[in-house]
């Protein structure tokens, strides 16, 4: 299994060319400048502010967001002695796909119930427009079977019918709406160019039709926007909402004076067309050179990007379009130009995490004890996980040998069986395990001497279904919820409030292993639909810096996971679209291929009795999922939709 840890120079190979990458994520603007190895050489951070007026809604404004990028900008500049302005050849820009009002006079304009045009952004979490969402989605339109079949309310669509019903002063006034990638770049360049990326994946926009029409604006469903009563938008032939529109990477154009003199760089610097942020972590690192087991490089269609950050966003690519109920896309030239997109997702991730510990009784002691060793909060419960496992030896019950039998979804040889018979017991209780059928031949003790040592089996009897803020994909339900089931009262010493932190340390666990089984349900979805298995995932973003959060993910999905040679790989991906606008590489992929580069490759744990625990414990979380849309159902007065032959039967006297 190799990865490409020192990786080689770029295309120039020399010192002199350097690219600037700005991302604006949910809380914060960062900037970063690269060389043509894909190596950040420094980078700095701008906190932004959030309006939150109200439950589910979030806005923010698009000048304290170009302020602190600039701020940001002349800070990175200043740390490199040796980057002159004249020696950056390209910026790329990406954003968090939130939606920018503009008047005519490009000024912001009011999002908010107030009046105040400070506040002119509605965030991309923002949830106000669920009665939009549900009327597009009641349409059944052709186009909807192009974002999974629903519309997610974090798309643009329902946000501008919401503006249209409840902002009339806005919607008359508006001059542009624009993505917050496309809104940078605008600012940066006084050009109005649209990313296929941001139109692709969050407007209904459908590249492939303008491609075919050779007309940006057939990429439109004018029958569409008349339908959803924005037939406004049809009549201004677009030009509002962008009727130019270029692939990523393409040049928009150079920095204007103004522009050029807040960013503290030269005039005519080249501007990238840019993208989502999470789409620019798939480009900072799918491009990177990885091989199998098999010593082959494992190639673009079977490798996916997780960005994991506050959300998480699964991202793939494919030669041609896969049409996944619940899953967003396919989106066409939306990352790579002659690739098909599809972009499942997790609504909340770091956030829920975060969520998860800060909530629990037991924080304010866990905080106090990470200060005093100097820790985050995340290393000190996963250090107490380890503390918490027995490692108490009942007997070698299982040795290792080479020749066990192969089991799919678990491409290694089974590796901990004494016998031939053996291996072949662990791996029918395994299939039948994923079957929901009960596993007579293994007797509780054996599993239970086996399962000791691992962190993995605190949560034995400790479950999360963890849609606390809905259910991106793939059922695409705004309105399903979290789960914690297994919960008990524990009796605490007041002093040092040991059993607290255990409950909040397993409660921790639960739900990055409820995330890691939400994984491996859309891996399921994507393959039940024709999507051919994925091989690698390429985890990036900050929770990825989590080993728990890692190690959790390969076990559980099965898969190769790469986590990239640079942590701030969102930079690196715009600043690839950079550089690749200012013509260091002749296109998008050549860029990835030279800017792309993996830190450290983390294989499944292949313990056939660890295969098994999981498979169990996928049986519940996928049950958790029918319970809970049970119980909305009752409390509705109909008939729950759960049907006997789904009932999982697993026997769970062997766990």
């Keep these: 299994m190799n990865g490409d840890a020192n990786g080689t120079n770029g295309t120039n190979g020399t010192s002199d060319v350097y690219f600037m990458g700005a991302d604006c994520g949910s809380g914060s603007v960062r900037v970063g400048i690269c060389d043509s190895n894909g190596r950040l050489l420094a980078s700095s951070v701008e906190k932004i502010l959030t309006n939150n007026p109200r439950v589910d809604y979030y806005e923010q404004s698009s000048d304290e ?83 999974g079949g629903r519309v997610s309310i974090e798309m643009e669509t329902p946000k501008l019918m919401w503006l249209k019903n409840r902002k009339e002063r806005t919607w008359k006034m508006a001059g542009k709406f624009m993505d917050l990638t496309d809104f940078l770049a605008y600012r940066a360049t006084g050009v109005d160019v649209r990313s296929k990326c941001t139109l692709a994946c969050k407007w209904t926009y459908l590249p492939h039709k303008a491609h075919e029409a050779g007309d940006a604006r057939a990429g439109w469903s004018a029958d569409f926007f008349e339908q959803i009563g924005l037939k406004e ?91 996944v109920p619940g899953v967003w896309g396919p989106f066409s030239d939306a990352v790579v130009g002659g690739y098909w997109v599809l ?29 005093k060793k100097g820790m985050s909060i995340f290393d000190l ?33 089974l590796a901990c069986a004494s016998s031939y018979q053996d291996a072949k017991r662990i791996k029918q209780a395994i299939k039948e395990a994923k079957q929901g059928r009960p596993s007579p031949g293994i007797k509780p003790m054996e599993f239970n001497k086996l399962w000791k040592g691992h962190i993995t ?20 339900d705004p309105m399903m919820r ?99 606008a200012g013509g260091s590489y002749k296109s998008l992929p050549d860029a990835m291929k030279a800017m792309n580069h993996v830190g450290r490759v983390v294989l499944p744990d292949q313990d056939p009795a660890l295969a098994l625990f999981h498979e169990r414990k996928y049986q519940v979380f996928k049950r958790l999922y029918r319970d809970h849309m049970a119980y909305r159902d009752i409390m509705k007065g109909q008939p729950p939709q759960d049907s006997g032959s789904q009932v999982c039967d697993v026997n769970c006297s062997i766990m």
């Excluded at 760089?265 to 480009?283: F, K, Q, W």
């Excluded at 972009?343 to 866990?366: D, R």
């Design 65 to 147: 967001i170009w302020e602190k990028l600039c701020l940001a900008s002349k800070a990175t500049l200043a740390k490199l002695d040796q980057v002159t302005p004249d020696k950056i050849k390209g910026i790329g820009f990406d954003a968090t796909c939130s939606l920018v009002v503009l008047d005519k006079k490009d000024r912001p304009l009011s999002v908010s119930m107030g009046e105040d045009d400070n506040w002119n952004i509605i965030m991309w979490r923002d949830h106000r427009a669920y009665k939009e969402t549900d009327k597009i989605n009641a349409t059944n339109h052709d186009v909807l079977k192009y974002v």
């Design 233 to 323: 938008l049809v009549d201004e032939d677009f030009e509002r909402i962008g009727n130019v529109v270029k692939d990523i990477g393409e040049p928009i154009g150079g920095l204007s004076k103004q522009a050029a003199k807040e960013l503290g760089l030269l005039e005519g610097t080249v501007v990238g067309v840019g993208l989502i942020d999470a789409h620019a972590g798939a480009l900072g690192t799918l491009g990177a050179k990885i091989e199998n087991k098999h010593g082959m490089s494992i190639p673009l269609e079977r490798r996916m990007a997780l960005i994991c950050g506050t959300s998480t966003c699964h991202l793939t690519l494919s030669k041609k379009p896969h049409f």
């Design 343 to 371: 972009e499942p997702g997790q609504s909340a991730t770091g956030a829920l995490m975060e969520f998860v510990i800060k909530s629990h009784w037991a924080y304010p002691f866990v905080c106090s004890e990470a200060e």
């Design 381 to 413: 419960l996963n250090d107490h996980l380890r503390t918490m496992k027995d490692f108490r030896k009942q007997g070698t019950l299982y040795s290792k040998i080479t020749s066990a039998p192969s089991l799919s979804g678990f491409e290694q040889p």
């Design 457 to 476: 089996y605190l949560t034995k009897d400790f479950h999360c279904l963890p849609d606390y803020y809905g259910n991106r994909c793939p059922y695409a």
């Design 482 to 580: 979290g789960m914690l089931s297994g919960l008990s009262v524990f009796n605490t010493n007041a002093q040092t409030k040991s059993s607290g932190i255990d409950e909040l340390a397993i409660r921790y666990l639960s739900v990055i292993q409820g995330l890691a089984y939400s994984t491996r349900h859309i891996l399921d979805a994507l393959e039940n639909a024709g999507v051919p298995p994925l091989e690698v995932l390429f985890m990036c973003g900050g929770v990825s810096k989590n080993p728990v959060f890692v190690s959790q993910h390969a076990d559980i999905t099965g898969r190769i996971i790469a986590t990239p040679r640079d942590d701030e790989t969102v930079l690196i991906g715009a600043a690839t679209a950079g550089a690749c």
